[in-house]
T-cell receptor
């Protein structure tokens, strides 16, 4: 059972455009929703994260939108840059049960200059 | 400061051999996680350690997989009698504790089983 579904699989955006990646989850017990960025040959790095008590969180060009009733959350990258080209993973976990991350399948983002 | 380090960075082995993968977490981090990243299964949780508590092994795919953490620091993931389907990147992550959200990942060990 895939607990976190991520779309699209790949995304091409023009420089300066907005990149949007969506995730949906099934387990309503999840209480932590991070987004990770991964470059080739590197481990994932935390980009931004949200708890279910807020509907939006913004850090610089990166925004998470969270819809608890729909069990969906999304990452928006504003003013996308070629350096943002990477693979993005959404994840979810239950903090008190060990914070074991359940990852989406990943989105390969390419920003064209 | 130093991040999570893993060794070796690459490991090629023959089917049926045992392998050991090492993880050095960030100093002071009490929680340590192992994940596996493969083309077919994506990123999946394997096992985690928190302080001196018994590890949560719920993600280990078979009894050929085991891990230990010595002195609350370095961890070793052991795969016995490797199979071709074990080929993947094995990632280690650490955090200040299970209630401290951010997990810091190492660069991974790429395992290839021939």
């Amino acid at each position: 059972q895939q607990q976190v579904k991520q779309s699209p699989q790949s995304l091409i955006v023009q420089k300066g455009g907005i990149s949007i990646i969506n995730c949906a989850y099934e387990n309503t017990a999840f209480d932590y929703f991070p987004w990770y960025q991964q470059f080739p040959g590197k481990g994932p790095a935390l980009l931004i994260a949200i708890r279910p008590d807020v509907s939006e969180k913004k850090e610089g060009r990166f925004t998470i939108s969270f819809n608890k009733s729909a069990k969906q959350f999304s990452l928006h990258i504003m003013d996308s840059q070629p350096g943002d080209s990477a693979t993005y993973f959404c994840a979810a976990s239950i903090l008190e049960y060990g914070n074991k991350l359940v990852f989406g399948a990943g989105t390969i983002l390419r920003v064209k200059s | 400061g130093a991040g999570v380090s893993q060794s070796p960075s690459n490991k090629v082995t023959e089917k049926g051999k045992d392998v050991e993968l090492r993880c050095d977490p960030i100093s002071g981090h009490t929680a340590l996680y192992w994940y596996r990243q493969s083309l077919g299964q994506g990123l999946e949780f394997l096992i985690y350690f928190q302080g001196n508590s018994a590890p949560d092994k719920s993600g280990l795919p078979s009894d050929r997989f085991s891990a230990e953490r010595t002195g609350g620091s370095v961890s070793t993931l052991t795969i016995q009698r490797t199979q071709q389907e074990d080929s993947a990147v094995y990632l280690c992550a650490s955090s200040l504790g299970i209630m401290y959200n951010e997990q810091f990942f190492g660069p991974g060990t790429r395992l290839t089983v021939l």
